[in-house]
């Protein structure tokens, strides 16, 4: 049980296009999920905490214009990098959890890359 | 809120050797804690956790005690496997939501 799929896993765009990627509880109700960003070699980046049904939460430097998070249902957030530029290039990672609970559970990644 | 503050790698271990990784955490209130792992290209496993003061989290032979005393959460395996070379993070959970806030990992190379 506790399954999060990412869609895609890798994904290379050209700079100036936008790329949605997909973060899906196979076999829970995600109340909560989770975005990150992960460099090479460095630890987990929160970028923004989304309940379902709410406008996502963004940390402190994360351009909520720029990385649009929706969670329209218990199952499924979207992250799209809208306008992608090379610096943009990372691994994203999405976690779920359930409301009352303390563990997330994590997806495994899109390694996206913008020429 | 929380802080993580993890040993500095990178660890480089012989197979058989035993394994230790520091962690410690700064908090208001007693968060639950955890090891995740990461494999190259992969997501983040849980590895193991403990919710409270004095519990004993373990999974694969690992360990990691919840030291409330000495804020620390450090992760012990008695003998490394050439499968365990991975990248190691700890992290403290204080909220309902689960906002997890991660140490800045460890990665471990086990040789042969």
């Known amino acids: 049980g506790a399954v999060v799929s990412q869609h895609p896993s890798r994904v290379i765009c050209k700079s100036g296009t936008s790329v949605k990627i997909e973060c899906r509880s196979l076999?829970?109700?995600?109340?909560?999920m989770f975005w990150y960003r992960q460099f090479p070699k460095q630890s987990l980046m929160l970028m923004a905490t989304?309940?379902?049904?709410?406008?996502?939460?963004?940390e402190q430097g994360v351009e909520k214009d720029k990385f649009l998070i929706n969670h329209a249902s218990l199952t499924l957030s979207t992250l799209t990098v809208t306008s992608a530029h090379p610096e943009d290039s990372s691994f994203y990672i999405c976690?779920?959890?359930?409301?009352?609970?303390?563990?997330?559970?994590f997806g495994p990644g899109t390694r996206l890359t913008v020429l | 809120g929380n802080s993580v503050t993890q040993m500095e790698g990178p660890v480089t271990l012989s197979e058989e050797a035993f394994l230790t990784i520091n962690c410690t955490y700064t908090?208001?209130?007693?968060?639950?804690l955890f090891w995740y792992v990461q494999y190259p290209g992969e997501g983040l496993q849980l590895l193991l956790k403990?919710?409270?003061?004095?519990d004993k989290g373990s999974n694969k032979g690992f360990e990691a005690t919840y030291r409330k005393e000495t804020t620390s959460f450090h992760l012990e395996k008695g003998s490394v496997q050439v499968s365990d070379s991975a990248v190691y993070f700890c992290?403290?959970?204080?909220?309902?939501?689960?906002?997890?806030?991660f140490g800045q990992g460890t990665i471990l190379t086990v040789h042969p």
């Open positions: 908090a208001t209130g007693y968060p639950s």
């Open positions: 992290a403290a959970g204080g909220t309902s939501y689960g906002k997890l806030t």
């Open positions: 076999d829970f109700q995600a109340t909560t």
């Open positions: 989304s309940n379902e049904g709410s406008k996502a939460t963004y």
């Open positions: 403990a919710t409270k003061a004095d």
């Open positions: 976690s779920a959890t359930q409301r009352g609970y303390n563990e997330q559970f």
